[in-house]
């Protein structure tokens, strides 16, 4: 599965948009890009996922490059809640086998008032 | 209400002796997942299993032991083998499709301390 990789930290005003950046350069064709998000103590929440297309779901949205190198997740109006650990994931997407995902250190988003 | 738990949420050991830790899921899974997490770092896999009877080991299951014997269950025994033990311990499943194969729905984790 390729590589990921993230700011460390970021922080984001309430009520404005959080974009969050992945670079992903050695992506496969058949790689999907997944988000995750971890609340301290909880465990990881997944919150979008794509291939190729821009995507919009009910947490966020997720803009993926026309050559797939890079992709931003955006939650259009931060609130404190959304203050967690980042988690931007590559993985094959093939039913059958383990899908083991590799979670590297993710970028710490603060969101303050 | 599906899900996935893990029981209990804190538990307490004195170095030496092994412990169990329960992962419970009703999503219908094939597939799940042991992972642990120290602080200020990322997830890293110990075991998973894809079927009932059957698992491998991930990235760090020395120490650490599995079993799979029915689907909705997949407890992970830490042993005294386990050299550094204390940590947070997150349980996984996922649905086997490939546009969903990485979407994985977590448990809210066990805080192991060893004393």
């Known amino acids: 599965d390729a590589k990921t990789t993230q700011p460390p930290s970021m922080d984001c005003a309430e009520g404005r948009a959080a974009n969050l950046p992945c670079n992903h350069s050695?992506?496969?064709?058949?790689?999907?890009v997944y988000w995750y998000r971890q609340i301290h103590s909880q465990g990881p929440q997944y919150i979008i996922h794509?291939?190729?297309n821009n995507e919009t779901n009910e947490m966020a949205s997720l803009i993926i490059t026309e050559d797939r190198k890079s992709s931003t997740l955006i939650l259009p109006h931060a609130t404190l809640r959304d203050t967690a650990v980042y988690y931007c994931?590559?993985?094959?997407?093939?039913?059958?086998?383990?899908?083991?995902?590799?979670f590297g250190t993710g970028t710490r988003l603060q969101v303050t008032l | 209400d599906g899900g996935i738990t893990q029981s209990p949420k804190y538990l307490f050991r004195k170095e030496g002796q092994n412990v169990t830790l329960s992962c419970e899921q009703n999503?219908?899974?094939?597939?799940m997942y042991w992972y642990r997490q120290d602080p200020g770092q990322g997830l890293r896999l110990i075991y998973y299993?894809?079927?009932?009877?059957?698992?491998q080991k991930g990235d760090i299951a020395e120490g650490y032991s599995v079993s799979r014997e029915k689907k909705e269950s997949f407890p992970l025994t830490v042993t005294s083998a386990q050299k550094n033990p204390t940590a947070f311990y997150l349980c996984?499943?996922?649905?086997?499709?490939?546009?969903?194969?990485?979407?994985?729905?977590f448990g809210p984790g066990t805080r192991l301390t060893v004393l």
């Open positions: 794509g291939l190729k």
């Open positions: 999503l219908n899974h094939d597939a």
């Open positions: 994931i590559v993985r094959v997407g093939r039913a059958g086998t383990a899908s083991k995902l590799t």
């Open positions: 996984a499943s996922v649905e086997y499709r490939d546009d969903l194969a990485g979407r994985q729905f």
């Open positions: 050695t992506i496969s064709g058949n790689e999907y």
């Open positions: 299993s894809q079927i009932v009877n059957d698992f």
